[in-house]
């Protein structure tokens, strides 16, 4: 089966700029996640869909940061405006439903450097 | 709070040698563990988890919670298992939430 998409794979941008990734998930999948991983740490999750709801996005800084997922499929994460310290690998990852025992299947991740 | 801690970030073995790759979490309630494996310009990807009580690729963890520890093992080590190594713990509420460590590079030497 067709693994997780991302797009793009990199971007460079400059600070105060605005940039948006987008993610496919495996076809029938309804959980969807969106991860930070800062270059040295390990992914942190940003927010979480449930179908076309959110579950959680406790962490995601929404001063700046907003995701949707429209039609329960694809999502869009989008920066606006980027800072210095977003400078990270963006990775989505899809699940079958949510759940500890549903494996998380990861995309290859979008690098984002911001000067 | 809940939070995952690997405290090597580079393990360099000789091949055939045994391998632990440590891993300590700190959660309040009955943790869920994992193990995920990134290989050079690879996914990451589930490696094992700790529920199914199963060997992967020759890899156990085994979860002791008096010392709130999920360590990886593998008594040989194979060239092939070099990779970036995350110990990950299951967040409160079910929801699929994962809680990563800093991970440890396994560099395994011919």
């Known amino acids: 089966e067709a693994g997780v998409a991302q797009s793009p794979r990199y971007k460079i941008i400059e600070k105060r700029q605005s940039v948006a990734f987008w993610c496919n998930p495996i076809?029938?999948?309804?959980?969807l996640y969106w991860y930070q991983q800062i270059l040295g740490q390990g992914p942190k999750l940003l927010i979480q869909f449930q179908n076309n709801g959110v579950v959680d996005d406790s962490q995601l800084p929404k001063d700046r940061f907003s995701a949707e997922r429209l039609k329960g499929v694809d999502s869009t994460l989008k920066i606006q405006p980027a800072k210095l310290e977003d400078s990270a690998v963006y990775l989505c990852?899809?699940?079958?439903?949510?759940?500890?025992?549903?494996?998380?299947?990861f995309g290859p991740g979008t690098r984002l450097t911001v000067l | 709070a809940q939070r995952v801690t690997q405290p090597e970030k580079l393990l360099s073995v000789f091949k055939g040698a045994p391998v632990e790759l440590k891993c300590n979490y700190s959660y309040s309630g009955s943790p869920e563990l994992f193990w995920y494996v990134q290989y050079s310009r690879q996914r990451l990807q589930l490696l094992l988890r700790?529920?199914s009580r199963e060997s992967i690729k020759g890899f156990t963890a085994d979860l002791n919670k008096g010392e709130t520890s999920f360590h990886l093992k593998k008594p040989f080590a194979q060239e092939e298992d070099s990779a970036m190594y995350y110990c990950?713990?299951?967040?409160?509420?079910?929801?699929?939430?994962?809680?990563f460590g800093q991970g440890t590079t396994l560099q395994v030497k011919p």
């Open positions: 990852a899809s699940s079958l439903t949510q759940g500890l025992y549903n494996e998380q299947f």
């Open positions: 700790h529920i």
């Open positions: 076809s029938g999948h309804a959980t």
């Open positions: 990950a713990l299951g967040g409160s509420g079910n929801t699929g939430k994962l809680i």
